[in-house]
């Protein structure tokens, strides 16, 4: 396991079924099965399995589904169980990876020694985490975008992508249009959707709870979430142009005004990792402990989210950040995260502790994300046409910003437990500290982003 295309992730489309590819092979039936995002299956009948690349199955799955060239560059091949997910290189032997699937597990994982010796990976075929979204709305082919589509619904459905009510409200109606049709006053829609709301709306908004308790435990579910409120955003899906017979066969349109809707959440097409941080400290014995977090990392940034209340903690692009790692020979193995903020409105640099055995793999991931996103600047510069009349280069397109007031994918930097830095003369304080200088070199040009360092204040008062 080497390099930044190793990438891991919590429970999601792999707890469907407890499913084997790789190690499964029998010499008169198909030598591998690969998954696609609709839990569908797709056998492949191969020679000299335990020396095959994942480049060369890739391929031979391409082949089988008929799909068009950008299908190399926007999916690869993955292992995935309920313990760890993997994102294989092109040169990576999927055969023998599975044959090292419990050393990846002690490396990368905590779960108990019984777990990891009944896990057993599947090969999936899955959205590339470096498939920018830019190039994503340049596909047409109806395969690939219901590929993408299904993919992107699962996780909105398994809440790995935490989403606000009226989104999932308007994702679940794009779905109820793909699974029913469209939309046909005085039917029976209602009774359809009570009976499947699981298949539209994430299970926590399913859930049909009664009383005071239930609304206070609704987490900002309002009125009108479940199936009513599914059911007006369900009426308002529009209907391309064309005759009502090309309309009923057509879900292109569909499967893409799904898709740009996903592009609004800024952590879609990412990787998942497992982790935990420290709680604020509470009560009068100032007792905290941790909580389990996803961390999301894509080309456009790092977002640590609440696995419990669904919500994002913490959203950075890299512009915005500065990182390193600790490997377990130092210690605990930890990424930590550095960003600007406040302490009771005095400017300081915070610092995020993540606990995870996977901090590594994160790391490498953010080294690579950025890497990649400078070398696909003048590309993206170049498709937004010549420069104004001012000399300088239009804005690239930018995703719409989400200002809900208490929108779940908007940061919540006051429920977070950091260290605050500033530097004072020649040494660091904690709490209220002035310093110049980041403590980790790894981060983007400070000439390319908004990152800055915490400047030494006079009047400033030490804690």
Same mark, same amino acid.
């Given at each position: 396991?080497?390099?930044?295309?190793?990438?891991?992730?919590?429970?999601?489309?792999?707890?469907?079924?407890?499913?084997?590819?790789?190690?499964?092979?029998?010499?008169?039936?198909?030598?591998?099965?690969?998954?696609?995002?609709?839990?569908?299956?797709?056998? +492949?009948? $191969?020679?000299?399995? %335990?020396?095959?690349?994942?480049?060369? *199955?890739? #391929?031979?799955?391409? @082949?089988? /589904?008929?799909?068009?060239?950008?299908?190399?560059?926007?999916?690869?091949?993955?292992?995935?169980?309920?313990? +760890?997910? $993997?994102?294989?290189? %092109?040169?990576?032997?999927?055969?023998? *990876?599975? #044959?090292?699937?419990? @050393?990846? /597990?002690?490396?990368?994982?905590?779960?108990?020694?019984?777990?990891?010796?009944?896990?057993?990976?599947?090969?999936?075929?899955?959205?590339?985490?470096?498939?920018?979204?830019?190039?994503? *709305?340049?596909?047409?082919?109806? @395969?690939? /975008?219901?590929?993408?589509?299904?993919?992107?619904?699962?996780?909105?459905?398994?809440?790995?992508?935490?989403?606000?009510?009226?989104?999932?409200?308007?994702?679940?109606?794009?779905?109820?249009?793909?699974?029913?049709?469209?939309?046909?006053?005085?039917?029976?829609?209602?009774?359809?959707?009570?009976?499947?709301?699981?298949?539209?709306?994430?299970?926590?908004?399913?859930?049909?709870?009664?009383?005071?308790?239930?609304?206070?435990?609704?987490?900002?579910?309002?009125?009108?979430?479940?199936?009513?409120?599914?059911?007006?955003?369900?009426?308002?899906?529009?209907?391309?142009?064309?005759?009502?017979?090309?309309?009923?066969?057509?879900?292109?349109?569909?499967?893409?005004?799904?898709?740009?809707?996903?592009?609004?959440?800024?952590?879609?097409?990412?990787?998942?990792?497992?982790?935990?941080?420290?709680?604020?400290?509470?009560?009068?014995?100032?007792?905290?402990?941790?909580?389990?977090?996803?961390?999301?990392?894509?080309?456009?940034?790092?977002?640590?989210?609440?696995?419990?209340?669904?919500?994002?903690?913490?959203?950075?692009?890299?512009?915005?950040?500065?990182?390193?790692?600790?490997?377990?020979?130092?210690?605990?193995?930890?990424?930590?995260?550095?960003?600007?903020?406040?302490?009771?409105?005095?400017?300081?640099?915070?610092?995020?502790?993540?606990?995870?055995?996977?901090?590594?793999?994160?790391?490498?991931?953010?080294?690579?994300?950025?890497?990649?996103?400078?070398?696909?600047?003048?590309?993206?510069?170049?498709?937004?046409?010549?420069?104004?009349?001012?000399?300088?280069?239009?804005?690239?397109?930018?995703?719409?910003?989400?200002?809900?007031?208490?929108?779940?994918?908007?940061?919540?930097?006051?429920?977070?437990?950091?260290?605050?830095?500033?530097?004072?003369?020649?040494?660091?304080?904690?709490?209220?500290?002035?310093?110049?200088?980041?403590?980790?070199?790894?981060?983007?040009?400070?000439?390319?982003?908004?990152?800055?360092?915490?400047?030494?204040?006079?009047?400033?008062?030490?804690?």
């Amino acid at each position: 396991m080497d390099g930044p295309e190793d990438s891991t992730g919590q429970p999601g489309p792999a707890d469907r079924s407890h499913r084997s590819s790789v190690s499964s092979v029998g010499a008169r039936a198909a030598d591998v099965l690969v998954y696609l995002a609709d839990d569908s299956m797709v056998p +492949l009948a $191969v020679e000299n399995l %335990p020396s095959l690349s994942a480049h060369e *199955l890739h #391929r031979a799955i391409r @082949e089988v /589904l008929q799909l068009p060239d950008i299908a190399l560059d926007a999916f690869a091949l993955w292992l995935v169980s309920p313990l +760890l997910e $993997v994102q294989l290189k %092109p040169k990576h032997q999927p055969y023998k *990876l599975g #044959r090292q699937w419990q @050393e990846l /597990l002690l490396r990368f994982t905590d779960a108990p020694d019984d777990d990891v010796a009944m896990d057993e990976p599947s090969l999936q075929f899955r959205r590339n985490v470096f498939f920018p979204k830019r190039r994503e *709305l340049q596909i047409h082919d109806k @395969e690939v /975008l219901r590929l993408l589509y299904e993919e992107a619904k699962g996780n909105v459905l398994a809440s790995r992508y935490p989403c606000d009510v009226e989104d999932c409200e308007a994702l679940g109606a794009l779905v109820c249009r793909v699974q029913l049709g469209p939309y046909q006053p005085g039917q029976p829609t209602a009774c359809a959707l009570r009976e499947k709301l699981d298949s539209f709306l994430p299970a926590h908004l399913c859930k049909r709870g009664h009383g005071l308790f239930a609304a206070l435990r609704g987490r900002g579910a309002k009125a009108g979430t479940g199936e009513q409120g599914l059911l007006n955003a369900y009426r308002r899906v529009q209907e391309a142009a064309g005759s009502d017979g090309e309309r009923e066969a057509s879900l292109s349109p569909h499967y893409r005004a799904y898709l740009l809707k996903c592009h609004e959440l800024p952590f879609y097409g990412c990787a998942f990792f497992h982790g935990e941080i420290d709680k604020p400290a509470q009560g009068f014995l100032h007792r905290g402990g941790r909580k389990p977090v996803s961390v999301a990392i894509s080309l456009d940034g790092v977002h640590v989210i609440d696995c419990r209340e669904k919500h994002v903690l913490l959203g950075l692009r890299f512009q915005e950040l500065s990182w390193d790692h600790t490997s377990p020979e130092e210690e605990e193995s930890v990424l930590w995260l550095e960003f600007d903020g406040d302490n009771e409105g005095t400017p300081v640099n915070k610092l995020l502790k993540i606990y995870s055995k996977q901090a590594e793999l994160m790391s490498s991931l953010i080294e690579y994300c950025i890497e990649l996103s400078q070398a696909a600047e003048p590309a993206a510069s170049q498709e937004a046409g010549p420069t104004s009349a001012s000399g300088s280069s239009p804005p690239p397109h930018q995703r719409p910003q989400l200002r809900r007031q208490g929108s779940v994918v908007c940061s919540r930097i006051q429920h977070l437990s950091t260290i605050d830095y500033v530097e004072e003369g020649e040494t660091i304080k904690r709490v209220k500290p002035k310093r110049t200088t980041s403590f980790f070199s790894r981060q983007l040009s400070l000439g390319q982003g908004s990152y800055t360092v915490v400047q030494p204040a006079d009047s400033l008062e030490q804690g």
